[in-house]
């Protein structure tokens, strides 16, 4: 009897293991599909793009996609259709975007553009279009697991004709971990249009879809083998890919492989010696006004400034020191001399400087970035999310505030891999700039990149 209830309690562990694997590859699948054909700035309607989202969409529900496709979309349809992907969107989904229509690039970023869209200006693209980076971010933050992006939108369009000598293209996503991105040409180049019923990369996009057991980023691999191939060279689709989950069109999620954050260990850079400061033309000729004029307050802060960003931080404060005797309202020379002040570690009187700033001029997106440094150091991880924040509404490429973001989000347990991916993006020299500080990325739950 005591074997049989042993053999019973194994087969109900063994039961209830299975259910749970099953639950764990089988995750939730959504997908928006856009055709927008109809621009009224457009001489012909672009037929292909609808023709090709409807396949998408039937093809993706023969895979398991929740999918809504909407066709000739504007602005408001997008955004609303969007939400309602996101509201979709459970821990661990798979999550999709297609588009096929017009894209500009604008400020380093690609922008979908809707149907009623005005654009005369470079200005209006970011009013009127939709930004992929937002998209992918989005996803990633309602809890996606694998985000795809797969973009038939690199066309010669009348927009940018407009306020440009030439077609620009689209250009490089940045994206969140655990995402693929597939655009139909290159960076920076526009396809021809389709004198068929389907775009060429729709075409050779369906067929890998549908290969058996090959993995996702295989298949886009093969999309764009298939496009170069087909195009004799002349249309090179472009394939971004972090994945790092077993994910394919044609089976369920069979392992989640998902690496825990890794870091960069950086050295800074060693400040200069006084022989090649006082070499340096810009802080000879500041120095030559100074000996002329010692109440030149400008000259010290500009020459406060200049030793700041060369890391002679003890120079640079002696300076801004003496600009803030000469003229006690001036906000950069305090917001200055708290960031020098942070990057030192003397942080009781930077903090005094960065509120004295913030009093001057609310607001000020320096400021914020320079006392959220100062909180980040004093371990305050929550005002530093905060200030780096409120900067960031003020200037959202900001690298210092994007990484500084991302470190403070790592320190407090959150996920700050996409700050501080997009930061390294904008600017390569962010790292080492942080190690000046004192500042990196790595701590005792992160471990440095092999």
């Known amino acids: 009897m005591r074997v049989i209830c042993v053999l019973l309690l194994a087969s109900i562990w063994t039961l209830l293991a299975n259910v749970e694997g099953i639950a764990a590859d089988h995750a939730k699948r959504v997908a928006l599909v856009i055709g927008n054909a109809g621009y009224p700035d457009r001489d012909y309607s672009l037929k292909e793009a609808v023709n090709d989202a409807r396949d998408i969409a039937d093809e993706l529900r023969h895979h398991n996609f929740d999918v809504e496709l909407g066709v000739d979309l504007t602005a408001d349809a997008i955004r609303q259709a969007l939400n309602r992907l996101y509201a979709k969107i459970d821990q661990g989904s798979v999550a999709l975007i297609f588009f096929d229509g017009f894209g500009i690039q604008s400020g380093r970023q690609s922008y979908l553009i809707p149907v009623d869209a005005q ?57 969140p971990g655990n995402t693929l991105v597939l655009f139909s040409t290159a960076l920076g180049s526009v396809s021809t249009d389709s004198k068929n019923d389907h775009s060429l990369f729709v075409t050779e996009l369906l067929r890998e879809m549908r290969a058996p057991d090959a993995s996702g980023e ?63 033309p810009v802080i000879k000729e500041l120095s030559r006004r100074l000996l002329a004029n010692r109440n030149d307050q400008l000259s010290f802060y500009k020459r406060g400034q200049t030793y700041a960003i060369k890391r002679a931080y003890a ?15 001036d906000i950069e020379a305090y917001n200055n ?16 400087d960065c509120e004295k700033a913030l ?11 320079s006392r959220g440094l100062v909180n980040l150091k004093l371990g305050k991880t929550g005002d530093a999310i905060s200030d780096y924040s409120q900067a960031l509404q003020k200037n959202p490429r900001s690298a210092s505030s994007l990484f500084g973001r991302g470190i403070a989000k790592q320190r407090s347990g959150a996920d700050g891999s996409l700050d501080m991916e997009t930061a390294k993006s904008i600017d390569l020299g962010i790292v080492k700039e942080f190690a000046g500080y004192g500042v990196t990325e790595c701590g005792p739950d992160v471990p440095p990149r092999p």
Do not use: H
Not at 361 to 367: F, N, V
């Open 119 to 175: 654009i005369w200006t470079e200005a209006d693209v970011l009013r009127d279009g939709l930004s992929l980076e937002t998209i992918l971010g989005e996803m990633n933050n309602r809890g996606a697991l694998v985000k795809l992006a797969l973009l038939d939108a690199s066309r010669r369009n009348p927009f940018e004709r407009r306020f440009r000598r030439y077609s620009a293209g689209l250009a490089p996503a940045i994206t």
């Open 218 to 280: 295989q298949a886009l691999r093969n999309t764009q083998a298939g496009v170069i191939s087909a195009s004799r060279g002349e249309q090179v689709p472009w394939l971004s890919s972090s994945l790092a989950t077993d994910f394919s069109f044609t089976r369920d999620i069979a392992k989640i492989d998902k690496p825990g954050p890794t870091c960069e260990i950086v050295k800074p850079e060693a400040p200069p010696g006084p022989e090649e400061l006082a070499k340096d």
């Open 315 to 329: 120079l640079a404060v002696k300076d801004f020191n003496e600009a803030i005797k000469l003229n006690p309202k």
């Open 337 to 352: 001399r708290c960031w020098t002040l942070a990057a030192i570690g003397d942080l009781a009187p930077a903090l005094e």
């Open 359 to 369: 009093r001057l001029s609310p607001g000020l997106a320096d400021a914020l970035d």
